[in-house]
């Protein structure tokens, strides 16, 4: 059977398509952490607010050199255990090894260096992980297989902003903290997740391994040149010879992730000011602030796993480019209200348009992407 890309792909049952993206839930539970918890920790360890964007660059700054880079390695990878595999196995050790010191950070540097190794290590797993959905599906499951994924990423940031309310209903101390600010619910967290970034990836890989590569396409990637240097190469040829589609593309999510980081970043710090009053990271009204965004991120994570669901019969129906326009408009309509909402019941009201959007971003771009994309540049293309 030809896992190059070359020929037809076995047709996956709807089981077989949830356990190969089951390791999405791993590294999503990881980004979802990093999402409703990184200001805070910021502002424990005494960062000021303007210079949060500067310490959050490590999201930006690794996908812009990591993904591209591990995914024309992934595209030339042989090995054992296939050309994706590898990238996952390295990237969920590394990224659970992070999550595991996060909590634990003495000092603002500290915290600021786990993050870029952390983001780092989801980078190295994630995009591979994408062409390896592309790679192991034929043309025809690729809306399901990427809306799947999507679904995933919804679950697994669903239960990561849930975890500290789920801690405190269990019966921890929401104000209970360790000697440099920061709650023992958020340290219980980072550890369950490096715990579940490990387990999903191995469910994965064990359950649906990667297609073997032809022998045509075995002797074409052995022959390729090796080293950074020829991967760097090839990401100045991708560059150059990039698909209509994919610089359509690129206008669009450049605006999409603007408005995310912003969201992301500054989230708690404003719920902390119209809910309580507050911008001191050691009051308790700030640690309130906190779980409300965890409910709230909670909340809008699980309209992100419905919603991508449910996108699969309208993506096949109205294309995938339509539904997403629609999904980024009703983001953009509720980041608009947000800021202007002081009842905490009514913000879960714009988080509607933000999970639909989500769902929708985690899905359909890519939707749109694997069917312009050559097969032999899958890795680099998606990164």
């Known amino acids: 059977m030809d896992g190059g890309g070359t020929g037809m792909r076995p047709r996956l049952s709807l089981g077989q398509v949830v356990n190969m ?14 999402q409703g918890n990184m200001s805070p920790i910021y502002r424990y ?3 000021d607010e ?8 490590a999201g930006p700054m690794t996908g812009l050199l990591v993904q591209p880079v591990v995914g024309a390695l992934s595209d030339r990878t042989l090995s054992p255990r296939g050309r994706r595999t590898p990238y996952f196995l390295v990237g969920a050790v590394l990224c659970s090894l992070a999550l595991l010191a996060m909590p634990f950070s003495r000092a603002l540097w500290m915290a600021a260096g786990l993050l870029w190794i952390l983001d780092a ?50 019966g921890m101390n929401p104000d209970a903290v360790n000697d440099r ?19 999903s990836i191995l469910w994965s890989v064990r359950t649906t391994p990667e297609l073997p590569l032809s022998a045509a396409e075995r002797a074409r990637i052995a022959a390729l040149p090796r080293g950074a240097g020829a991967a760097l190469r090839e990401i100045a040829d991708a ?14 999510k450049l605006f999409q992730w603007y408005a995310m980081f912003c969201y992301w970043q500054y989230v708690v710090l404003a719920l902390a000011r119209t809910l ?62 947000l800021p202007s909402i002081t009842d905490r019941a009514w913000l879960f009201l714009p988080m509607v348009g933000v ?23 899958v890795g680099v293309y998606m990164g």
């Open 50 to 57: 303007a210079t949060l964007p500067l310490l959050w660059l």
């Open 121 to 170: 290590a989801n980078n190295v797993t994630m995009e591979p992980y994408r062409a390896y959905v592309s790679d192991r599906l034929d043309p025809a499951q690729h809306a399901q297989g990427f809306l799947t994924q999507s679904a995933f990423t919804g679950l697994g940031q669903t239960l990561s902003y849930l975890t500290p309310s789920l801690l405190v209903g269990a």
């Open 45 to 47: 360890l005494g960062a």
């Open 239 to 252: 560059i150059r010879a990039m698909p209509a589609t994919m610089r359509q593309l690129a206008v669009m």
């Open 355 to 377: 999970g639909v959007a989500w769902g929708s971003m985690m899905g359909n771009p890519y939707v749109m992407l694997a069917d312009a994309i050559p097969p032999a540049r």
């Open 21 to 34: 993206n089951v390791g999405f839930f791993g590294i999503q539970y990881s980004f979802g952490l990093q």
């Open 181 to 199: 600010g920061i709650p023992h619910i958020t340290t219980l967290a980072f550890l369950m997740g490096a715990v579940f970034s490990v387990a």
């Open 276 to 337: 309580y009053g507050t911008s001191d990271p050691q009051s308790a009204g700030f640690r309130e602030a906190g779980l409300v965004n965890g409910q709230l991120g909670g909340f809008y994570n699980f309209v992100a796993f419905l919603s991508a669901l449910a996108m699969v019969p309208l993506t096949r129906r109205l294309g995938a480019r339509w539904v997403h326009a629609a999904a980024l408009t009703a983001a953009g309509v509720g980041m608009w209200m």
